[in-house]
């Protein structure tokens, strides 16, 4: 811990202030988790992860630093899951150590956490608590109700989070789809109520704030892949999507039904949801899934395969399928062939899909996406949407989340021109007072960003990323040098170079010659330290690479003395 972060954490914050922090998830697409705290106690809501891109090179999965509620577990009453998105429930095994509170969370949520908990041991330890729906739980100071609402995934719901102080809205992720095909609808009447009683902050989702409306539904969706499949009776079909989106394999295997198909699941992700899925009661009238190797056995002409891989991930179902050749067995593709995106573009995304679609045209098949088809509805509110449920709550405090900065400023324009009286959006780890007179950012708490480095833990700055990074774009120069005693190399030092030289090209023959050149004329008393003769090798190293390639790549000596 930085002594500035010391300084940050030991801020006392008065016990009769109903207070908001977001840990993660505040101004970024991800890591959503959140604190709630009055007289003394604490309230979690959410713990997820976000995903790195190339800048962090090794690393797929980032993680909020929860320092701040693990210094104050003791008084942490609860962990509130509003739904099982990754961004939402997938952190909470991997820091389960940092809170160690009761975790609360619905059916279908239960089912995939279970898993998550079982991967790293810890079933038997947390403590977890299946809520239904409408749910009201005493968890003093502290009252929360579950409202159901719409989303991409079974059984997300807002929070109604009451104190004597006030009732705060946290949202989760939503939407209002009055066609919903699988779960609750919103429930309009309890939102109504709470606008009634009163609401003194809403925290919102800001994904799709600059959609005006969004007028298709699911079951739209549902309706148009039946048509899809129609037009391409003699085609392989392949379609991908978010394995969570648990509606839209319904309607996949719905439309693929009506058409005469049967539906194959390809990759890991997808077969969990449907696990999960089936435990907590959906799938209802759905038959299993045929494994690749069922489907393989099929005509083609007779199959839906639903892959993983809607981001371009590398190793997922639909990567394998646009690298697979014809005679291996695998999964191929024809010309002729079509596959359809059914799921957006998460911002960060573009050039891994861009890639994988180019490695699917190469193969002559045919691309759908939400830009020529009907394929795909967000599971997040249009700003129609938005002004509704402003309408309904009539809250006094607006604070956006759940977006990237200019998301959560027009979120702010909005709010305010629907009549809110106080708008503030606030910085990860910044201490919000919900006094409904004058709600203020009264001081800040550590927070930050950790990655996920195979089984480590570590921060995003520390210095094995930071080599990494340098690997990549400089490349690595390895140099072993035998000297004497006095210092005097004895033979040519040996160069290892990985992404910058060739070792057998001249340019390496100059660079041992440098190395040798500068050891000689090293100092006498320097010849004879290991550390001032390792570098003197190393900036005549980063001098001549400097000079000849402009690069800085990571040098590493190894000195043997005879």
């Not at 705060?168 to 939503?174: K, L, Q, Y």
Request: aromatic share 6%; proline share 5%; with cysteine.
């Amino acid at each position: 811990m930085t002594e500035e972060n010391k300084k940050q954490s030991e801020m006392i914050i008065p016990q009769d202030s109903f207070v908001f922090i977001p840990i993660g998830g505040s101004t970024e697409i991800g890591m959503n988790c959140y604190l709630y705290g009055y007289k003394g106690k604490w309230l979690a809501v959410d713990c997820g992860i976000g995903f790195a891109d190339e800048n962090l090179p090794g690393v797929d999965v980032l993680l909020p630093d929860a320092q701040f509620i693990a210094e104050h577990k003791k008084d942490l009453v609860g962990l509130v899951i509003t739904h099982a998105h990754e961004d939402h429930i997938g952190a909470v095994a991997y820091l389960w150590q940092d809170f160690q509170c009761p975790i609360y969370v619905t059916p279908f949520a239960y089912e995939l956490l279970e898993d998550k908990l079982n991967e790293e041991n810890l079933l038997k330890r947390a403590q977890v608590e299946i809520v239904e729906k409408g749910a009201i739980l005493d968890l003093d100071p502290f009252e929360v109700e579950f409202i159901s609402m719409t989303h991409s995934i079974p059984e997300p719901n807002a929070l109604a989070i009451r104190t004597d102080k006030g009732t705060v809205v946290h949202t989760g992720d939503w939407k209002f789809d009055d066609n919903s095909l699988i779960g609750e609808k919103a429930d309009i009447p309890t939102l109504k109520k709470l606008g009634k009683e009163g609401v003194l902050a809403l925290v919102s989702d800001s994904t799709n704030v600059f959609v005006e409306s969004q007028d298709n539904t699911e079951e739209d969706v549902r309706k148009s892949l039946e048509e899809l499949f129609s037009r391409y009776q003699e085609n392989k079909i392949v379609v991908t999507c978010f394995a969570s989106n648990v509606v839209r394999v319904e309607s996949i295997y719905w439309a693929a039904h009506k058409n005469g198909r049967q539906v194959c699941l390809m990759g890991r992700s997808l077969w969990r949801i449907d696990d999960a899925a089936r435990a907590a009661g959906y799938m209802k009238g759905i038959p299993q899934f045929l494994t690749e190797k069922e489907a393989m056995e099929l005509p083609e002409d007779k199959v839906v395969y639903v892959c993983t891989g809607s981001q371009g991930e590398p190793f997922s179902a639909l990567n394998k399928v646009a690298n697979a050749k014809p005679g291996t067995g695998a999964l191929h593709l024809h010309p002729g062939d079509v596959v359809v995106f059914s799921s957006r573009i998460i911002p960060g995304n573009e050039k891994e899909i861009a890639l994988l679609q180019k490695k699917l045209l190469a193969q002559g098949a045919s691309i759908i996406t939400e830009r020529e088809y009907l394929v795909h509805v967000s599971g997040h509110p249009s700003q129609v949407e938005m002004k509704k449920l402003y309408q309904l709550l009539k809250p006094k405090i607006a604070i956006p989340v759940h977006g990237e900065a200019l998301q959560l400023a027009e979120h702010i324009q909005l709010s305010k021109s629907w009549g809110v009286p106080f708008t503030i959006v606030l910085q990860d780890g910044e201490v919000l007072d919900l006094d409904p007179q004058a709600p203020e950012i009264i001081g800040e708490v550590p927070t930050g960003i950790l990655a996920m480095d195979g089984k480590k833990i570590i921060p995003i700055n520390a210095n094995v990323i930071r080599q990494r990074r340098k690997m990549l774009e400089g490349g690595t120069v390895v140099v072993t040098i035998v000297a004497d005693k006095e210092g005097t190399l004895l033979g040519q030092p040996q160069v290892s170079s990985f992404g910058l030289l060739d070792e057998n090209s001249k340019e390496a023959d100059a660079l041992r010659q440098r190395i040798t050149d500068e050891a000689a004329q090293s100092k006498e008393n320097k010849k004879t330290s290991d550390d001032d003769l390792k570098e003197a090798a190393r900036l005549a190293v980063r001098r001549f690479l400097n000079e000849n390639y402009g690069k800085k790549p990571v040098i590493e000596i190894h000195l043997v003395r005879i």
